[in-house]
């Protein structure tokens, strides 16, 4: 057959969520900001993701009350623990997130357990690893997210709904190697870009 023009450059360039805040960091654009939004806690079935929504979401002209169909609530931070007062300000409050872009990188990783990037990537943020806690009504597995230490709540919010909410993740010495690793530590994470 016959072979068509060739194609423009292609766009690059990396998409990542910053959760906690509505800004991105120096470098990066701002795509849109919302809320995060997950599963309920309670529920066996839903997403086990995370997903950052838009402040202004939009709709068609659809509905359903179907008693059946998954449903997304706002993420709550869950993290008095009573040991740290790391991040307290937070508790119970609603996560904002935000969609970041960078045109100038192609790129982009989620490092658990490290607050540092490698010395060949840009470092976007850094904060600690978050999933849902481990409770006897919790039924489902949640993704693990990147929170970052910087964190915001959404204004207004703190009411402890308890809808789909994250606290912070420890290594246990079981499996993993002792040091390196220590127990109960909270385990930090980094978004770089490169």
Request: hydrophobic content about 25%.
């Amino acid at each position: 057959g016959m072979i068509g023009p060739k194609g423009g450059m292609g766009s690059s360039g990396v998409v990542y969520i910053r959760w906690g805040r509505t800004t991105c960091p120096n470098g990066a654009d701002r795509v849109y900001y919302g809320r995060g939004a997950g599963s309920h806690y309670g529920t066996k079935g839903g997403t086990s993701d995370h997903l950052c929504l838009p402040e202004t979401p939009q709709y068609k002209n659809y509905y359903s009350s179907l008693s059946y169909l998954p449903e997304l609530y706002g993420v709550e931070y869950d993290l008095d623990d009573g040991q740290t007062s790391l991040l307290r300000h937070l508790f119970r409050a609603d996560m904002p997130c935000v969609l970041c872009s960078v045109s100038t990188r192609s790129k982009m990783i989620m490092i658990p357990a490290r607050y540092e990037c490698p010395s060949d990537w840009n470092r976007e943020y850094s904060g600690y690893l978050m999933s849902e806690a481990e409770h006897e009504q919790r039924f489902g597995r949640r993704i693990t997210i990147c929170v970052d230490e910087t964190s915001e709540p959404v204004p207004g919010s703190g009411a402890n709904t308890n809808p789909s909410v994250v606290c912070f993740m420890r290594a246990v010495c079981n499996g993993l190697p002792c040091p390196p690793y220590e127990a109960n530590k909270l385990l930090t994470c980094a978004v770089c870009t490169q």
